[in-house]
């Protein structure tokens, strides 16, 4: 929804009914209004379908409702990879910086600028001067995050860490001798 210049916020059906009307008046034609099953919009005003913005909705659900790392990682697998599944035969959903910072499950909203910047999260300016972040992109991270933290290693005592490391085939670069080419 837009803000009115008080601050309030704008109707959509009154939107639309300014949208209807500005049309009219440049065209003289009656616009109609739409018909049949009315689509919903996760984020701004571009369409999605029906079946996606369930999926977003039950993706969005499961990763608010712990930070990052608390999380069981195939229940995550399954939601997010099926709206990510969904989303890429939508257009570009944006979502800000408060709600990446949400879906990521992180506490500073920093976080999602970094990767922007970094290039990991695809971002646009938007009329404000604002930064928005693309959904999928958003997604993806919490994702392959959540994938990454499911291995754990917390679990693990100073013991166990010591006996992998014995009964690891191989050695670490830094304990090879170091083998200098002949001249």
Same mark, same amino acid.
């Given at each position: ?52 913005? +369930?999926?977003? =909705?039950? /993706?969005?659900? $499961? *990763?608010? @409702? ?5 999380? !069981?990682?195939? #229940?995550?697998? +399954?939601?997010? =990879?099926? /709206?990510?599944? $969904? *989303?890429? @035969? ?5 979502? !800000?910086?408060? #709600? ?84």
């Amino acid at each position: 929804m837009r803000r009115r210049r008080d601050g309030g916020r704008v109707p959509r059906e009154a939107q639309r009914a300014t949208v209807r009307r500005l049309l009219r008046a440049s065209e003289g034609a009656e616009v109609p209004r739409p018909r049949g099953s009315r689509r919903q919009c996760y984020t701004g005003p571009m369409s999605v379908a029906a079946k996606t913005v +369930k999926a977003l =909705r039950a /993706a969005e659900a $499961l *990763l608010h @409702s712990a930070p990052q790392g608390k999380l !069981d990682s195939l #229940a995550v697998e +399954k939601h997010v =990879r099926k /709206a990510l599944r $969904l *989303l890429a @035969s939508e257009e570009p959903q944006w979502v !800000d910086i408060g #709600a990446a910072t949400r879906l990521l499950g992180v506490l500073s909203e920093e976080t999602p600028l970094v990767l922007a910047r970094l290039g990991l999260l695809r971002s646009r300016p938007r009329d404000d001067g604002q930064i928005e972040v693309r959904l999928d992109d958003v997604l993806y991270r919490r994702l392959q995050a959540e994938g990454l933290l499911g291995f754990g290693g917390e679990d693990l005592t100073p013991e166990d860490l010591e006996l992998l490391h014995w009964e690891t085939p191989g050695s670490n670069p830094w304990e090879r001798e170091q083998i200098r080419p002949s001249a």
